[in-house]
């Protein structure tokens, strides 16, 4: 028998040698395409697992909360939403309303920041003491508000100030403004031009509190047909807003001793005027980054009273909107953007 020895390079071309290593490499391929693809479709359906988690913790953590806290004896209700971590606005609400006008904005700005929207005595869901236990007074007001901040642990933010918001407000910022971070504006005056046909006879009571002109203005000012006139005057589609705001509020203000309470405001309100060159002179003087929107459709707030702020704030964003007084409620999605690119790109990157 003769025995044959090959070389390995011979062995290595060999016919049978190529097809056994072709083999060979082809089921190692086709494993290594089995354990990638294995992978893959794990990573997918982890990917897949994930997703619902994290939009329940996003959803969570943007869902408005209602509370209720204590601050000088008076139950103040609020709505809170956001990441406590997170740079805080605070929405300070407007006459005859609460903290329900935020119901829709607040949830779209928790999305990347701290909201909390507190309802001032004798409003929404907060403490209602008769006038004559209570100092129903913007003064008042604004150091409740101020004692609630710093209550909640609030110490920095951006103040959202609307109608009755910006006296409250504007008091606040003059008092502490290394706190205020930014403002936005919204249908609210600081400024003798704002104040135009609709303060006439409020203005006939700061001269003459007498009965006589504050059951004139119960009578133009406090019910239902004046409340819903407020959300749908100057509006583009007064079908598009809810009936549920007037219904709300309205509810309120018949609460028995309540007339008397708004009444008592609105003699406060002539309080505000002799304040305007302080609080402008805060706008001069600390520049806040400031957001103003307005509804042009205003007949209360008209936008006469917008366009002075232009003097004093360097740092401003300005945009007349085409609709009323609410304008929350025919352009909230709008003005919830407006916001969250304010905040980002004038507000966050100066904290």
């Known amino acids: 028998m003769t025995t044959f020895k090959a070389s390995h390079h011979e062995l290595q071309e060999h016919p049978m040698h190529r097809r056994l290593t072709m083999k ?89 920041y701290h909201v909390i929207a507190p309802d001032y005595p004798g409003f929404g869901n907060s403490s209602m003491p ?63 031009e704002g104040l135009r046909d609709f303060w006439k006879p409020i203005k006939a009571y ?26 749908t005057n100057g509006t583009r589609n007064a079908a598009a807003i809810s009936p549920d705001n007037w219904t709300v509020d309205q509810a309120k203000l018949d609460r028995p001793g309540n007339q008397a309470i708004q009444l008592e405001l609105f003699y406060s309100y002539g309080t505000n005027p002799a304040l305007y060159p302080e609080w402008q002179k805060y706008f001069r003087t600390h520049q806040p980054p400031t957001l103003l929107v307005w509804g042009k459709g205003d007949y209360i707030f008209p936008e006469e009273g917008a366009h002075p702020y232009k003097r004093d704030l360097k740092n401003l964003e300005f945009h007349i909107l085409d609709t009323g007084h609410f304008a929350l ?23």
Do not use: C
């Open 24 to 112: 060979k490499s082809n089921s190692i391929t086709s494993k290594v395409k089995t354990m990638f693809t294995m992978a893959a479709g794990i990573l997918v359906l982890s990917t897949a697992m994930m997703e619902p988690a994290a939009a329940s913790i996003s959803s969570a953590v943007s869902q408005t909360q209602h509370k209720t806290i204590t601050v000088n004896q008076q139950d103040i209700f609020y709505r809170e939403a956001g990441d406590k971590n997170a740079p805080t606005i605070v929405l300070l609400h407007g006459f005859p309303t609460s903290s329900h006008m935020y119901r829709n904005l607040i949830p779209k700005l928790a999305q990347s």
């Open 329 to 351: 409620e025919e352009d909230g999605e709008l003005i919830g953007n407006y916001i969250n690119r304010f905040m980002e790109e004038k507000v966050v990157p100066a904290i």
């Open 206 to 231: 700061w001269a003459d509190k007498s009965a006589k002109n504050g059951k004139a203005l119960s009578d133009a000012l406090l019910t239902l047909g004046a409340t819903k006139w407020q959300y």
């Open 130 to 192: 008769s006038v004559t236990e209570f100092e129903y007074s913007f003064d008042n007001l604004a150091k409740i508000t101020d004692k609630f901040l710093e209550k909640v642990g609030v110490d920095e933010y951006s103040l959202y100030v609307m109608d009755y918001g910006a006296p409250v407000g504007f008091r606040i910022a003059a008092k502490h403004p290394e706190r205020v971070q930014g403002l936005i504006i919204q249908n609210g005056n600081a400024y003798d």
